[in-house]
């Protein structure tokens, strides 16, 4: 009896220590826009409540990237307190290297959430937990950047292949491609090129059949900034597809943009309006719909662009239209939203699709197409229209705290 009374009070007192334990640490919630690896977040950060949901935390931390010039990426967090922490509000940036692995990244990302949390843990009574030092090397605050012996340039060539098959069926995919890019805040150059060979062989009754796809292009694209709100520049392209009927095309589209907010703060909104118009030039394989096997249009078009993230979740909507000048009939529309959303505590929808209104295929081969180009996808086709959609529903309910990570099995 006493040894049960004993252990009775060592439970109650253990589970008292416990829930004064978690009641000390701050709540957190992180939205992570980006990959995160939780096991090891979690294990490395160790004083903080991880809560399932965002209204329930004292520290909501919204963490999004964008890609650099040199192909690494600036990462961004941005840490906004509740409750007793209403007060503080801040964001902070830093930068990974192009060629850092996944550990190296989520080292990084560790240090920096720990560095934001800093703000917030001395305003609790676990300020008197905390040890730090400060260790200077000598000479540090002389250090200057480094030179850039590639002067901004990043170069990326690769190549992809792929081979299936079995006793009817045989196919083999060939993917090329090459890229140079030079991006700093003042401008942007990419040229890129990329080439693709399809084919597929069928055995059937009356012998062996094969269909043949092939692509490539090059594109290239400059744009200047002005302000922080403006840009201009043009993009143009050369190319050839055996699917869009195409032995050659080649388009010149000047433009530009203005983003109602800055530049700098992308990550977390962006409103920009995109004004092209030039020249687009077709050599064609076939004899077209309109009866040209050649000709060179006019065309312009306008991208309305409109993003955002913040601790509701995030909504995008892409709007824009395309329209060829010597017949304004001939053009395409088209609407690309998308909708992540935490309605309230546990329950979050995402919905999104794309949609457009076709009038513009002025490629489409005259000639009869066969069931074999249609159902192999082999020629490309009038239409009216395209579109895509997806819906989907969350609810979590149950425990709100998420501390734990257990990576057995």
């Excluded at 560095?115 to 917030?120: H, N, V």
């Excluded at 937990?129 to 850039?148: C, P």
């Excluded at 209104?357 to 996808?377: G, H, M, T």
Aim: with cysteine.
């Amino acid at each position: 009896m006493k040894f049960a009374l004993t252990f009775t009070l060592s439970l109650l007192l253990s589970a008292f220590l416990f829930a004064q334990n978690l009641t000390n640490r701050p709540d957190i919630f992180i939205d992570c826009q980006m990959n995160c690896d939780w096991i090891y977040i979690k294990q490395e950060i160790q004083f903080v409540n991880y809560m399932q949901n965002r209204q329930e935390a004292d520290i909501y931390i919204l963490a999004t990237r964008q890609t650099t010039g040199a192909g690494g990426r600036e990462v961004q967090l941005a840490f906004i307190g509740n409750n007793d922490f209403s007060a503080i509000k801040d964001t902070t940036k830093y930068f990974t290297d192009p060629n850092a692995t996944d550990a190296i990244e989520r080292e990084q990302f560790v240090k920096e959430l720990k560095k934001g949390l800093l703000q917030f843990l001395v305003q609790t009574p676990m300020i008197d937990q905390i040890t730090y030092d400060v260790e200077l090397e000598e000479g540090e605050a002389e250090i200057s950047a480094e030179d850039d012996p590639w002067n901004n340039w990043v170069f990326n060539i690769g190549g992809n292949g792929w081979l299936n098959g079995e006793a009817s069926f045989s196919s083999i995919d060939l993917t090329g491609r090459f890229s140079a890019s030079k991006i700093t805040d003042r401008q942007k150059l990419r040229l890129s090129t990329f080439y693709n060979y399809e084919k597929s062989t069928f055995k059937l009754t009356g012998g062996d059949e094969s269909f043949v796809k092939r692509s490539y292009n090059f594109r290239l694209l400059y744009v200047k900034s002005l302000s922080p709100n403006w840009s201009v520049g043009l993009n143009t392209r050369t190319g050839s597809t055996t699917f869009g009927n195409t032995d050659i095309s080649t388009t010149f589209k000047p433009a530009i943009e203005y983003n109602i907010f800055p530049y700098s703060e992308a990550s977390t909104r962006r409103f920009s309006f995109n004004y092209s118009i030039g020249p687009e030039y077709y050599n064609y394989t076939d004899t077209t719909i309109y009866n040209n096997l050649s000709e060179t249009r006019m065309r312009h078009g306008l991208d309305i662009e409109f993003n955002q993230t913040q601790k509701w979740g995030n909504v995008s909507l892409d709007i824009g239209v395309q329209q060829y000048l010597h017949n304004f009939q001939l053009f395409n529309a088209y609407l690309n939203p998308n909708i992540e959303w935490q309605i309230f505590k546990g329950l979050s929808i995402n919905i999104g699709g794309y949609a457009s209104f076709v009038s513009d295929r002025i490629n489409i081969a005259k000639s009869d197409i066969s069931d074999e180009d249609i159902l192999l996808q082999i020629k490309q086709l009038d239409t009216d229209f395209t579109y895509f959609t997806y819906f989907g529903l969350n609810y979590r309910f149950g425990s709100k705290y998420n501390n734990y990570v257990n990576p057995r099995f």
